[in-house]
């Protein structure tokens, strides 16, 4: 499966920006897909991740509260919504997916499929 993410951007510190991941195939509805970034300097870290059915969702505790992951499998297409924007949330967001896994293996194992990333900038 091919996944295109988007919707990244300049957005000041508070503010918010909806990510999404556009995958090739129908058959998106049977992977676990998730969110990670990598800021300049820095290792990739995990940041969300959302079972096939949508039902079960894992996050980084950095993330948790202020960002929420969904998905809609008619569209093909994985979201992550993202609030409260800080600074140190900068980096490029990669999307990624697994065929069978769940939110825990995308977060811990690293998933087959990924994206190319889009850049979010928050400005203070």
């Known amino acids: 499966v091919q996944l295109q993410a988007s919707g990244g951007g300049l957005v000041q510190a508070g503010g918010s920006l909806r990510l999404s991941c556009a995958a090739s195939?129908?058959?998106?509805?049977?992977?676990?897909a998730g969110w990670f970034r990598q800021a300049p300097g820095k290792e990739r870290e995990f940041v969300a991740a959302?079972?096939?059915?949508?039902?079960?969702?894992y996050y980084a505790d950095s993330v948790k509260g202020r960002f929420t992951i969904s998905r809609d499998n008619a569209k093909n297409t994985v979201y992550l919504q993202m609030n409260s924007l800080k600074p140190e949330d900068t980096a490029i967001y990669y999307c990624?997916?697994?065929?069978?896994?769940?939110?825990?293996?995308?977060?811990?194992?690293?998933?087959?499929?990924w994206g190319q990333g889009t850049q979010v900038t928050v400005s203070s």
């Open positions: 959302i079972g096939w059915s949508g039902a079960s969702t």
């Open positions: 990624a997916a697994d065929l069978l896994g769940s939110p825990r293996t995308i977060a811990t194992l690293t998933p087959g499929y």
């Open positions: 195939e129908r058959t998106f509805s049977s992977y676990a």
